[in-house]
């Protein structure tokens, strides 16, 4: 069984920044892929970045070069470097990890953007 535990989410203003952190209670690089998704009240969830085992990163469009996904294979960590940020960006945001088949999930925390 493999637990992720979020941190870093709050309440910000526009044009702010927040970091989240992920860390995993097994090795990360075992992992085919760590990601970030998404869900806004009343919409489905979405992803937002995603890095894969051999480090090549995967963003949507909403949030390119704004966010920037990293991981700590030393720490079993993954990242979410969120700049600029904008009201829609207001969200829970859970952590993803795909150890294919098996998808787990994060319990999720919440970013508010809002002046």
């Known amino acids: 069984q493999v637990q992720l535990v979020e941190s870093g989410g709050g309440l910000v203003q526009p044009g702010g920044s927040l970091r989240l952190s992920c860390a995993a209670s097994?090795?990360?690089?075992?992992?085919?892929?760590m990601g970030w998704y998404r869900q806004a009240p009343g919409k489905q969830r979405e992803l937002v970045a995603a890095?894969?085992?051999?480090?090549?990163?995967n963003y949507a469009d909403s949030v390119k070069g704004r966010f920037t996904i990293s991981r700590d294979n030393a720490k079993n960590t993954v990242y979410l470097q969120m700049n600029s940020l904008k009201p829609e960006d207001t969200a829970v945001y859970y952590c993803?990890?795909?150890?294919?088949?098996?998808?787990?999930w994060g319990q999720g925390t919440q970013v508010t953007v809002s002046s």
């Open positions: 993803n990890a795909r150890m294919i088949p098996t998808d787990y």
């Open positions: 097994r090795t990360s690089f075992r992992f085919n892929a």
């Open positions: 890095i894969i085992s051999g480090g090549s990163t």
